[in-house]
């Protein structure tokens, strides 16, 4: 549907929806449903997650709340600086809670480690993190995750919610991109 911007597929739907139910079967084990904390707090950070999100509390066999953060980070488009900021904050406090960053992608972990340093100033009773994707870079950096979908090679990836210029997030696999459409 976007001609032949895709240059391949990395990641098919099939793997996506087979990776998000062991990582829902793991998760799921992390917390008690009867937790005294109550519901574990799933925290998407939009816009990239949100599939990944939606899938996994779907999958998740204990009760689970739902809440949205935006951030952004000042760089260019394909890279991050590590300095960021809120575009959309939490709705709620999250402080004595459960709390479970759901991410699309860890490149740099700049813009997580930010994550982590601001929501961990909030007391929240537990503060962990899964990603779907992460990057070699990643490995580098000293932020803590408890699972990860996918370890990926070091090259830019759209779809299952992740664009390039707001595009591609519509894609239901995780494809990469011919450089032609980034101007390579
Ligand atoms: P980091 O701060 O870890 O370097 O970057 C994290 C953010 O950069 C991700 O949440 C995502 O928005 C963006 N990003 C990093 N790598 C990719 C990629 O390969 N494709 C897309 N679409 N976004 C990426
Ligand atoms: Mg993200
Ligand atoms: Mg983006």
Known sequence: MYGDDIAS???SEEEIASKVDELAELVAKRYPADAPEGDLLLVGVLKGAIF???DLAKKLTVPTQMEFM????YGSSTSSSGVVRIMKD???DIAGRNVLI???IIDSGLTLSWLLRNLSSRNPASLEVVTLLRKPDALRTQVDVM?????IPNEFVVGYGLDY?????DLPYIGTLDPKVYGG
């Open 147 to 151: 699972a990860v979908g996918f370890d």
């Open 52 to 54: 990944f999100m939606t």
């Open 9 to 11: 597929v990395l990641i």
């Open 165 to 169: 210029a707001e595009r591609y997030r």
């Open 90 to 92: 939490l709705d709620k």
């Open 102 to 104: 759901v991410e699309d």
């Open 70 to 73: 935006a951030v952004s980070s």
